[in-house]
Structure formats: structure tokens, C-alpha cells
């Protein structure tokens, strides 16, 4: 596979992509591994320094010589109601009580943003892709003058065409596990089998299709709908390179859990997981307060996941989850490309 900036030369020809996870699961393993079996591999900067982000691209690129790409948060523009967040806060006590931590504080809600852009244009992988918004053209122009290839998440036709910069565009539908892609922080979404095709009517971009995909005769129909690539998140969860918690794993398999929603309750801005406890009882009270709720109740997750407690963590998950393999990640990739 060649990547160049423009055109959709870096589209893997087993148009297989590995969708980038924050929080771990994507990591420098996972990244190789899928790239080496000839799909394209994503790390993931986000709620990471740039000294911690660009570790992984080094670590990634003494693994493989094969190009992978680096996805990166926009910086959050929410108007947090400070009273909704309080009194979520003051909810949320009796859960973290419960774990033996104290709540998390807002932390830098810039998540290291200008270093991570700085250090990317310095030493740039092939791929850069943008979540929860677009960067500015003269930014894109920046990466694409460094033989970059740029990619946006849009989860709306009106995104796509206010994307019309970048080299190609990943179409999320509501069907996807973890946070939605969108540029606001609002309820909703389309699925990705309606939105994909009004999205290739306005737009000649490479599209790589994401949202609740799962199989090979997935990969097939995004095709067929006007894709050039299919990714898969939850798909490579519980493969071995993955970096997904133990407790996670394990919860995608585990019959308790029978269904997934959206959610604000783990970060305040929308995401999909497995319905536990935590999502039930909290997810009507939790505030758009993004990612200031992340910062909330990371303690909570983390000590959630190292007690192995299922039901207070975060279980992030697309509609497919059922079909999360434990097979080695080349070997899911194989699978897919089939389609």
C-alpha cells in the first residue's frame, strides 16, 4: 500500500481499515499488527500528551515500515453549565465512594492540542485524521505541503461538505462504538447505511465507512453504497494486540449484556457502549459537558477496570459487538478483506 497526500492511493487495497480508540485499545501492537496483515493501522492522541503520543509513533514505526495514521480531537468548544456539572458531580459520589477513589478535576480541556499539532507537522506520520471537527484549510494545506494525507470524521452530509479540504472523509454512523464523531455535542445521529450513500452524492473524497460493521459481507455493501474502505473498531477489541482492559474483553461476550446505547454518562459528550448499571442509572442526568465529565470519572474507570467491576465501567461497543473475535488481529483482517 502507498499513501501520498491527495487522490485515495492510501486506501489498503484489502480496504480494511482499524479504527483509532482512545484510551488504549489502540496501541502501538494493534497498530502494526493490522498494518502488517495489510489494512491500515491508526494509533490514537487522544487524552494523551504529545510526548506520550509521539512515543507510540516511534514504537509503531520501529515495528513495521508500513504507513499507519495518528487521529486527533479536535479541541472541545462546549459551554459547560457549571451547576449541571456540579450536581452530576454530587451524583457520582456515592460511585466513586463505592470504587475507593475520589472524582477526577477538569483537567486541560486543549488536550494538549497546539503541542500535539506542532510535533506532528515536524515529524508526520502518512495518515492524520480529525475527530469532532475540521481543521482550518491553511492547517490541511500544512500536512498536505508534508506529503500527508488528511482525513475528517463527519457524521452529517453538512460536515462532509464543510470537510471538502481534506484528502478523504470517515462517515461515521449512530451505529458506532464509543464517542460519535460529530462536530457539536448533540443527541442523535444517522445510520451509517442511509448516511453513506447522501454523503457520496455530494462529495468525489475516498469515504471509509464506519458504524456497526462487523463481517466481511459488511465490508461488500459499504461498497457497493459508494465506500472506498470499511473500519473496524470493536471488531479488533478483543484480539490480542488490543489494548482494552481485561474486564472489557470479557463484557463483550459476557450474555449479562444484551444491548448498547448512547451515552453521556462516562464523559458528557455521546458515545456508545454496552448497557451496564453505570450507563442505566446515570446517562439521563449526565450534563454535554465534554470532556470535562471525561475528566470526572476517569478515576472511577480506571479503578472500575482494575477491580474487574463490568458494571461501573465504560464499555464502549458498536451494534456488532457480538462478533468481536479473540483471534489474532492479521487473522481478523484476513476475514474482513474477504468482502
Not at 461497543?317 to 483482517?333: D, N
Request: hydrophobic residues 45%; glycine residues 10%; contains cysteine.
Amino acid at each position: 500500500m502507498s499513501v501520498r497526500g491527495g487522490g485515495a492511493s492510501w486506501v489498503p487495497e484489502t480496504a480494511v481499515v482499524q479504527a483509532p480508540m482512545a484510551g488504549g485499545a489502540s496501541r502501538p501492537e494493534l497498530a502494526v499488527a493490522v498494518a502488517e496483515a495489510g489494512a491500515l493501522g491508526f494509533l490514537a492522541a487522544g487524552y494523551k500528551t504529545a510526548a506520550a503520543m509521539r512515543d507510540e509513533i516511534e514504537r509503531t514505526r520501529a515495528a513495521t515500515s508500513r504507513p499507519f495514521g495518528v487521529n486527533v480531537f479536535m479541541p472541545s468548544r462546549d459551554a459547560v453549565d457549571r451547576a449541571a456539572f456540579d450536581a452530576y458531580a454530587e451524583r457520582l459520589a456515592p460511585e466513586a465512594e463505592r470504587l475507593g477513589v475520589g472524582l477526577g478535576t477538569p483537567g486541560d480541556r486543549a488536550d494538549d492540542w497546539d503541542a500535539k499539532i506542532e510535533d506532528l507537522l515536524a515529524d508526520p506520520p502518512a495518515i492524520v485524521s480529525f475527530t469532532f471537527g475540521c481543521p482550518d484549510e491553511a492547517l490541511i494545506r500544512e500536512f498536505r505541503r508534508r506529503g500527508v494525507v488528511v482525513i475528517v470524521t463527519v457524521t452529517s452530509v453538512a460536515e462532509a461538505r464543510a470537510a471538502g479540504a481534506a484528502d478523504g472523509l470517515c462517515v461515521q454512523g449512530v451505529e458506532a462504538g464509543a464517542h460519535q464523531g460529530s462536530w457539536t455535542n448533540t443527541d442523535g445521529g444517522t445510520p451509517l447505511r442511509e448516511l453513506l450513500p447522501a454523503v457520496r452524492e455530494v462529495t468525489a473524497q475516498p469515504l471509509i465507512a464506519a458504524g456497526g460493521l462487523g463481517t466481511a459481507a459488511d465490508v461488500a455493501e459499504v461498497l457497493a453504497l459508494g465506500a472506498d474502505a470499511a473500519q473496524f473498531g470493536t471488531a479488533f477489541l478483543r484480539c490480542p494486540e488490543s489494548g482494552a482492559s481485561a474486564v472489557h474483553k470479557a463484557a463483550l461476550a459476557d450474555p449479562r449484556f444484551t444491548e448498547t446505547a448512547l451515552t453521556r454518562a462516562f464523559s458528557g459528550r455521546p458515545a456508545r457502549g454496552l448497557v451496564n448499571r453505570f450507563l442505566a442509572e446515570h446517562s439521563a442526568h449526565a450534563p454535554a459537558a465534554y470532556p470535562d465529565v471525561h475528566y470526572l470519572t476517569t478515576p472511577l474507570r480506571r479503578a472500575a477496570a482494575a477491580q474487574g467491576a463490568a458494571d461501573a465501567l465504560h464499555l464502549w461497543a458498536g451494534t456488532s459487538y457480538r462478533l468481536a473475535s479473540t483471534a489474532p488481529a492479521a487473522e481478523i483482517v484476513a476475514a474482513l478483506a474477504k468482502g
